[in-house]
């Protein structure tokens, strides 16, 4: 059955910026810094990157566990970040601002899958 509820378009600004960011990342896991941070990063760093794409789809259909998704690959990415110092106050404002309008329409979203 189709959900009925409508995409705001805070949200749909979100998701696309959300997957424009997504696309750079992508390619960031193939370079040659990516590689040099250690043999696990690239693959742990494309997992967390294949993750926040996903997020996205499921925010982009109104989806709780997107958010939920966006939640936690949020908190395991800046973790890693730390880990090899290697994080941005930049990326950090930009996850945080995505975070308030999916909290703010978090109940509008749909539970199942």
Same mark, same amino acid.
């Given at each position: ?21 997504? !696309?750079?990342?992508? %390619? $960031? #896991? ?7 941070? =250690?043999?696990?990063?690239?693959? @742990? ?30 908190? !395991?990415?800046?973790? %890693? $970040? #730390? ?7 930049? =990326?950090?404002?930009?996850?945080? @601002? ?16």
């Amino acid at each position: 059955m189709q959900s009925t509820v409508k995409r705001p378009k805070i949200l749909k600004i979100v998701c696309i910026l959300g997957f424009f960011s997504i !696309v750079f990342s992508f %390619l $960031a #896991v193939f370079s040659p810094s990516v590689k040099r941070m =250690g043999d696990w990063y690239p693959a @742990l760093f494309g997992l967390i990157v294949a993750a926040s794409f996903i997020s996205y789809i499921g925010v982009w259909h109104m989806k709780r566990w997107g958010v939920q998704l966006f939640i936690v690959t949020f908190f !395991v990415k800046e973790i %890693l $970040a #730390v880990s090899v110092s290697d994080f941005s106050i930049a =990326g950090i404002l930009f996850s945080v @601002l995505c975070i308030f309008p999916m909290l703010l329409f978090y109940n509008r979203m749909d539970l199942n899958l």
